[in-house]
């Protein structure tokens, strides 16, 4: 019997809603506040803002789990925790870019259960919990009405002549070691774009994708992502197959072209 999330998945929706009304009143402002982090990535005046108003509003909810987040760390040690990268995105952010977003997660004994992804520049949100699917819609307009939601599917795509990769960023593929195979595989696909972020694991998860390929990436960049692409039927690992979020590598396909991107990447 698979456990039932629903009161932990409409917290995640709630402070989705409080982290993009935060987070959309600081896009594209003129003061917006930046700073250089030790790793030498930029952080947000805005990303602070939005992880310390879901760490209090979890505390309050979920005193008993732990938090990992991407600005202030790990904080308890239960076997549940929520994992927030308060804006993925943020180089989009600070230039204007509108492909960002909030990605919440809740992960028991490891394992992603629940996901959470804001876009609130775009419009758009995306979620998903064990067992429930996977589901889409457009964030409410300024008359408040909430459009009705949609389930998301992979696509049928099996050859990869005929499918679509989206492989973020050539630096990345380089500095792992990986861009000659990620160039013999361009020139066996479809079509290959980099479309950034959580925006290319979303549209995998929508069916008009069908590879999307990271490096150089934290748990807080994955974990909210990995609930809806596998309830939306895809697969998820890293690079070289392990599963989970904490690997450093991501590679997520509509499940039917996983071993062949593996095999082609080895």
């Known amino acids: 019997m698979i456990d039932s999330f629903a009161d932990d998945l409409a917290l995640a929706l709630e402070l989705a809603d409080l982290a993009?009304?935060?987070?959309?009143?600081?896009?594209?402002?003129?003061?917006?506040?930046?700073?250089?982090?030790?790793?030498?990535?930029?952080?947000?005046?805005?990303?602070?803002?939005?992880?310390?108003?879901?760490?209090?509003?979890?505390?309050?909810?979920?005193?008993?789990?732990?938090?990992?987040?991407?600005?202030?760390?790990?904080?308890?040690?239960?076997?549940?925790?929520?994992?927030?990268?308060?804006?993925?995105?943020?180089?989009?952010?600070?230039?204007?870019?509108?492909?960002?977003?909030?990605?919440?997660?809740?992960?028991?004994?490891?394992?992603?259960?629940?996901?959470?992804?804001?876009?609130?520049?775009?419009?758009?949100?995306?979620?998903?919990?064990?067992?429930?699917?996977?589901?889409?819609?457009?964030?409410?307009?300024?008359?408040?009405?909430?459009?009705?939601?949609?389930?998301?599917?992979?696509?049928?795509?099996?050859?990869?002549?005929?499918?679509?990769?989206?492989?973020?960023?050539?630096?990345?593929?380089?500095?792992?070691?990986y861009l000659d195979r990620l160039l013999a595989l361009s020139e066996r696909v479809w079509r290959d774009r980099a479309y950034g972020d959580l925006w290319s694991y979303m549209l995998l998860a929508e069916g008009v994708i069908d590879i999307v390929g990271e490096f150089d990436v934290k748990i807080y960049d994955l974990a909210a992502l990995i609930p809806i692409v596998e309830e939306a039927g895809g697969r998820f690992t890293s690079i070289t197959g392990e599963p989970g979020p904490q690997h450093g590598s991501s590679l997520a396909t509509n499940g039917a072209l996983h071993e062949l991107v593996l095999d082609a990447l080895r």
């Open 20 to 177: 993009d009304a935060i987070s959309l009143s600081r896009f594209r402002a003129v003061d917006l506040d930046v700073q250089t982090k030790p790793d030498r990535t930029p952080v947000t005046e805005a990303d602070l803002a939005v992880e310390r108003a879901i760490r209090e509003r979890l505390a309050a909810s979920r005193p008993d789990d732990g938090i990992i987040g991407e600005e202030f760390g790990t904080e308890g040690s239960t076997s549940r925790q929520w994992i927030i990268d308060p804006i993925d995105g943020t180089a989009n952010f600070l230039r204007g870019v509108p492909v960002w977003g909030t990605l919440i997660a809740l992960a028991v004994d490891g394992v992603p259960v629940v996901g959470v992804v804001s876009a609130p520049a775009m419009g758009r949100r995306w979620w998903a919990s064990t067992g429930e699917g996977a589901w889409t819609r457009e964030l409410p307009d300024e008359s408040g009405v909430r459009p009705e939601p949609r389930r998301l599917a992979v696509s049928a795509v099996s050859g990869l002549a005929d499918a679509s990769l989206s492989f973020q960023s050539l630096a990345q593929w380089r500095d792992a070691g």
